[in-house]
């Protein structure tokens, strides 16, 4: 079992920046899972916007994210982070953070096995 609590979202300008954290409480090594980031906005299906291996070494992120988003881990800190810069409004979401002990479910699949409550983003123009 595995808590994730999200932090970080709020309201910022087109072309701004936030930095998102996810917060992991487990019984087992927070290492041992792979960790991703989706989003939902209002009336549209859930998406994927990065993911990173446990050992931190693979990252995969979504085109639409690509070069503005980056993800990343602290497994001494249990932690994981979202840094997104020149945010535009169509990053208007609820962002997740999610954890799986099978990558490719978090990459390719994205059915993660945890989810946390997520943290809204939104961007003004």
């Known amino acids: 079992q595995v808590q994730l609590v999200e932090s970080g979202g709020g309201l910022v300008q087109a072309g701004g920046s936030l930095r998102l954290s996810c917060a992991a409480t487990?019984?087992?090594?927070?290492?041992?899972?792979?960790l991703g980031w989706f989003r939902q906005a209002p009336g549209k299906e859930r998406e994927f916007v990065a993911a990173?291996?446990?050992?931190?070494?693979?990252?995969h992120h979504a085109d639409s994210v690509k070069g503005r988003f980056t993800i990343s881990r602290d497994n001494a800190k249990s932690t994981v982070t979202l840094q997104m810069n020149n945010l535009q409004p169509e990053d208007t979401a609820v962002y997740l953070c999610?954890?799986?002990?099978?990558?490719?479910?978090?990459?390719?699949?994205?059915?993660?096995?945890?989810w946390g409550q997520g943290t809204q983003v939104t961007v003004s123009s």
């Open positions: 990173i291996k446990w050992s931190g070494d693979e990252t």
């Open positions: 487990s019984a087992r090594p927070f290492s041992l899972y792979n």
């Open positions: 999610a954890a799986d002990r099978n990558f490719a479910i978090v990459v390719v699949a994205g059915t993660p096995a945890y």
